[in-house]
């Protein structure tokens, strides 16, 4: 599924002349862990189902890509991405079913996440809350406000994810403010932390799988990632969070793409 989010990330970022593409890249196999073994019956109407909240909302590609690998989205409502009247903008919101909440601006992601959590735990209910930041969003004082009220309610249904690709718009997160040892941080604030790969759908399944739900702290995954995972002139390169491809760039993108499929094969 990761590389099948990877290819929609280049077409309709592409098409839709939009950027963000590193920012999307990075997450492509964490959400295909998500979308593709870990949420129980995300984006339906069940009451106990599990949430996603996609806290770094500039990423929203990759959960719409993700939606339509998981048969939630149709290929024609990807097609309308950032189009004119369309739900499908350059943030999650929630007009868009499958969408929880409307998120973007960053910071707020886990503080909501944290609400639904222990809403369900008042309703007594087995739902499960993912909540997917980026470790630059983590400089954010609310983030640390979220962390710290989440360990004392032991709320253990609350899952982060920190997608720790190291950089931000500006520059380096190690420059602009240097959060590192990221995971023993978040074990200081009372939560289960725990270091993994973020591009390893397969084992990021498992870990997630393992994680107990209904007893203990709250839990994070530091996911280290590479931003631009996949296009080898985009990783590492922070100008890929905003600019957008020229048609060479693409045409070199999806052979890229394309060699790494037949290299799986």
């Not at 098409?15 to 920012?23: L, Q």
């Not at 707020?108 to 930041?133: K, N, Q």
């Not at 996949?230 to 491809?245: D, K, T, V």
Request: with cysteine.
């Amino acid at each position: 599924m990761g590389a099948a989010i990877r290819r929609a990330i280049i077409e309709q970022s592409c098409r839709a002349h939009v950027g963000h593409i590193g920012s999307c890249l990075s997450i492509a196999d964490v959400m295909a862990a998500l979308y593709g073994d870990t949420l129980r019956t995300a984006g339906q109407n069940d009451p106990d189902r599990d949430r996603f909240i996609l806290s770094k909302g500039h990423a929203a590609l990759a959960l719409y890509a993700a939606l339509r690998e998981a048969g939630h989205l149709s290929e024609e409502e990807l097609e309308t991405y950032c189009a004119d009247g369309t739900d499908l903008s350059g943030h999650p919101e929630h007009a868009l079913a499958p969408v929880e909440f409307s998120t973007g601006s960053l910071g707020h992601g886990l503080s909501i996440g944290a609400g639904a959590a222990l809403g369900a735990r008042l309703r007594a209910s087995p739902s499960r809350v993912f909540v997917l930041l980026s470790d630059a969003e983590c400089n954010e004082g609310s983030v640390w406000e979220a962390a710290m009220f989440a360990a004392h309610h032991g709320l253990t249904n609350l899952i982060a994810i920190v997608d720790a690709n190291g950089q931000q718009a500006l520059g380096r997160t190690s420059d602009v403010l240097d959060l590192e040892p990221l995971s023993r941080r978040w074990a200081a604030f009372g939560w289960d932390a725990r270091e993994v790969d973020g591009h390893d759908p397969e084992g990021l399944a498992r870990e997630l799988e393992e994680l107990n739900a209904g007893l203990g702290p709250p839990h994070v995954l530091v996911a280290r990632t590479i931003f631009g995972k996949g296009i080898s002139y985009m990783e590492g390169e922070i100008p890929w969070h905003y600019l957008p491809m020229s048609e060479e760039q693409y045409a070199q993108a999806l052979r890229e793409l394309d060699t790494a499929a037949s290299d799986v094969q």
